[in-house]
Structures are given as C-alpha cells and as structure tokens.
C-alpha cells in the first residue's frame, strides 16, 4: 500500500530544534525520485497546510512565509526520504507534520509525527 511514514516529532521547548523524516512506502516509493515532495502540518482546530516543498532535483525548495529561514527542506532520493530541519521553534509551529505528494493524494497519507513547542 502507497503511504508516507513520518518520524522525528517530540516536544521541544520554544527556540530549539527537531529534524522530521518522512519516508515514502509501497508505490509510492517506486516514484518518489520523481515527484515533487512537500512537509504539511495540521495545528489542532486548523486546516492542513503546506509549508514546505521539494522538487525532484532538491534545487529549489520553497517556504511558506511563516517558516522561511527556520526551516529547511531536503531529500534523499535513494532513500525515498524527505527531512524537515526546524529551527528556532515557537509555540505557534506546534501542529502535526506530514508529508505527500504536491498537490497531494489522498490514499497517501500517514499517521504524521507530531510537533509540540512548549516550555
């Protein structure tokens, strides 16, 4: 079954640092190379957004505005894998991360790996 599996959440305290991966799964592995990536998050009473994608090549990684600068992006192709780098953390970025596909498919959803920023 085509699925992404996200790993890497924890509770952090504001200003500090996690890294996520996320690893695609089944036929969504046999693809990946060659398909745009991006990280999702979803803040609890809020819509899914997408803050962060990567292309195929990694060569131009894009933020949405609220993370650009603390967060970075990047993939490895041989390993189906895709991380998040994010630094400087605030409460505000406590949400559940995922990742698909851009735009996304819906049957390729995962469980996420949830991000808490608190002190």
């Known amino acids: 079954q085509a699925h992404f599996v996200e790993s890497g959440g924890g509770l952090v305290q504001p200003g500090g640092s996690l890294r996520l991966s996320c690893t695609a799964a089944g036929s969504a592995g046999s693809i990946f190379a060659i398909k745009v990536i991006g990280w999702y998050r979803q803040a609890p009473g809020n819509q899914r957004e997408l803050v962060a994608t990567i292309n195929p090549s990694g060569a131009t990684p894009d933020y949405v505005d609220s993370v650009k600068g603390r967060f970075t992006i990047s993939r490895d192709n041989a390993k189906n894998t895709v991380y998040l780098q994010m630094n400087s953390l605030q409460p505000e970025d406590t949400a559940v991360y995922y990742c698909?596909?851009?735009?996304?498919?819906?049957?390729?959803w995962g469980q996420g790996t949830r991000v808490t920023v608190s002190s």
């Open positions: 698909n596909r851009d735009p996304a498919i819906g049957s390729y």
